[in-house]
């Protein structure tokens, strides 16, 4: 079956503009979770959407939104974008949520921001 | 705070050695997860270990975790210029979020 979905998978944008991510979890997974990867930081948990809500939350400013649909395809938006937002964001999916269960991850979407 | 410690942070070895990874936290966790990731890519699961003492072996790939179920430990015998790439290792606890440790970046020179 097809894996995690993510798009676009580079994006360039400049400080100030917002960027809208998607991710298509794998059929039949009602939970997509969200990180940032960065060299510095490595990676780190933005949240988790679980039947269209928010379950979990990581320590990012709000700026960082994300939703779900009800066909559990998720998108992330970032407003406002820093330099430092420039990462690879990664999206996984899970049958009922990223705690206990295999979570498995897109490829990406790599953002940079000038 | 990291809760997961992983160690070494970097290694380069040679071809046909064989190496750990030590994946460590004063955190009790239900399962532990390790993958690999390539550049530019997304990580890929490789092992999810669940019990304390549980030992899964793929390939070359030896996977460990502790009896109290705070650690875990990834050996890989007679390395190849493949396995080259980033380790990581994630606990669950509970309800809780994933949580990830900062990852090894394993070069395997031929």
Same mark, same amino acid.
């Given at each position: 079956?097809?894996?995690?979905?993510q798009?676009p998978r580079y994006l360039i944008k400049?400080r100030?503009?917002?960027v809208?991510l998607?991710?298509?979890?794998?059929?039949?997974?009602?939970?997509?979770?969200w990180y940032q990867q960065t060299p510095g930081q490595g990676l780190q948990f933005l949240?988790?959407?679980?039947?269209?809500?928010?379950?979990?939350?990581g320590n990012f400013p709000?700026r960082f939104?994300?939703?779900?649909?009800?066909?559990?395809?998720?998108?992330m938006n970032v407003?406002?974008l820093e330099l430092g937002d420039s990462a690879l964001y990664l999206c996984?999916?899970?049958?009922?949520?990223?705690?206990?269960?295999?979570?498995?991850f897109g490829e990406g979407s790599w953002l940079t921001v000038v | 705070?990291?809760?997961?410690?992983?160690?070494?942070?970097?290694?380069?070895?040679?071809?046909?050695?064989? +190496? @750990?990874?030590?994946?460590?936290?004063?955190?009790?966790? %239900? !399962? &532990?997860?390790?993958?690999?990731q390539?550049p530019g890519e997304g990580p890929?699961?490789?092992?999810?270990?669940?019990?304390?003492?549980?030992?899964?072996?793929?390939?070359? +790939? @030896?996977?460990?975790?502790?009896?109290?179920?705070?650690? %875990? !430990? &990834?050996?890989?015998?007679?390395?190849?210029?493949?396995?080259?790439?980033l380790?990581?290792?994630?606990?669950?606890?509970?309800?809780?979020?994933?949580?990830f440790?900062q990852g @090894?970046?394993?070069?395997?020179?031929?």
């Open positions: 079956k097809a894996g995690v979905t798009t400049t100030g503009q917002q809208t998607s991710c298509s979890p794998i059929s039949g997974h009602r939970s997509v979770s949240f988790e959407y679980f039947s269209e809500t928010q379950r979990n939350k709000g939104s994300g939703r779900q649909f009800s066909n559990s395809r998720s998108e407003s406002t996984a999916s899970s049958l009922i949520g990223s705690s206990g269960n295999t979570i498995y | 705070t990291q809760l997961l410690e992983q160690s070494p942070q970097f290694l380069s070895i040679q071809e046909g050695e064989n +190496l @750990t990874v030590y994946c460590n936290s004063s955190s009790v966790f %239900s !399962s &532990l997860q390790w993958y690999r390539e890929v699961l490789l092992v999810t270990v669940v019990t304390g003492g549980e030992v899964k072996k793929l390939k070359r +790939l @030896t996977f460990q975790f502790g009896d109290a179920r705070k650690d %875990s !430990s &990834l050996h890989i015998t007679a390395a190849q210029p493949g396995d080259t790439g380790y990581l290792c994630a606990g669950a606890k509970g309800a809780q979020k994933l949580v440790g @090894t970046r394993l070069t395997i020179n031929p």
